[in-house]
């Protein structure tokens, strides 16, 4: 009865290649987020979907594309793969936008570029 | 540019001793803030939130104290466990996303 899955637990992969990572939620939210976390713990905010639209879009390159084909899925598609991209990827969701709507992580993808 | 950031990097407290883990904030906007634990290999985890209009939350073996005059957030865990050893973030409500601080890594000793 996991509430937020994420496949695979770990990537590894060269330089160059494109990649993509998947989250599911079952907990019937309505937003979506994907999270990166770096090598020294510092989480930072890559996007977020309601309800399958794009709400937020921080500055990331557009070799990051995220593709919400319904409300319970978001994935993440990584292009032409770099060393910086090494980290772990977090996915969460929550119920809807407000400021008191708890997030729910996923346990996360370890991506590792050589 | 604005960000949420942590005094200590890490703390190490013996089994039993409370714990204080101290977040400093500078967005004078947020008025939501929320504790996050991640132990090893697995994903944050909500501990206890607060918003803007209080000083003060409280929740099993948690404490959340907000100081809004000097933008200081605190997380009180009291008679530490083995199983609270883990990375506590503080977070605040940037718009639609969560801003995290950097992290303190709690260690418990026997």
């Known amino acids: 009865d996991t509430a937020v899955s994420q496949t695979p637990k770990y990537l590894v992969t060269q330089m160059g290649n494109d990649k993509s990572i998947k989250c599911e939620q079952n907990?019937?939210?309505?937003?979506m987020y994907w999270y990166k976390q770096d090598s020294k713990k510092f989480l930072k905010i890559m996007f977020s979907?309601?309800?399958?639209?794009?709400?937020i879009n921080e500055t990331v390159p557009n070799r990051f594309s995220p593709k919400s084909p319904d409300k319970a899925h978001l994935n993440l598609h990584i292009n032409s793969l770099e060393l910086g991209d090494s980290a772990v990827y977090f996915c969460?969701?929550?119920?809807?936008?407000?400021?008191?709507?708890?997030?729910?992580f996923g346990p996360g993808t370890r991506l590792t570029v050589l | 540019g604005e960000s949420v950031g942590l005094h200590l990097p890490t703390l190490s407290v013996q089994e039993g001793d409370n714990s204080i883990i101290n977040c400093a904030y500078s967005?004078?906007?947020?008025?939501?803030f929320i504790w996050y634990k991640q132990e090893s290999g697995k994903g944050p985890q909500f501990i206890i939130d607060i918003r803007s209009n209080m000083d003060k939350r409280q929740g099993q073996r948690v404490t959340v104290l907000l100081n809004k005059t000097v933008k200081h957030l605190s997380l009180q865990i009291a008679a530490t466990q083995p199983g609270d050893s883990a990375v506590y973030f503080c977070?605040?409500?940037?718009?639609?996303?969560?801003?995290f601080g950097k992290g303190t890594s709690l260690l418990v000793t026997p």
């Open positions: 977070a605040e409500k940037a718009g639609y996303a969560l801003n």
């Open positions: 967005n004078s906007a947020s008025d939501y």
């Open positions: 907990l019937g939210h309505d937003t």
């Open positions: 969460a969701s929550s119920q809807g936008l407000a400021g008191g709507d708890e997030q729910f």
């Open positions: 979907y309601n309800n399958k639209e794009l709400i």
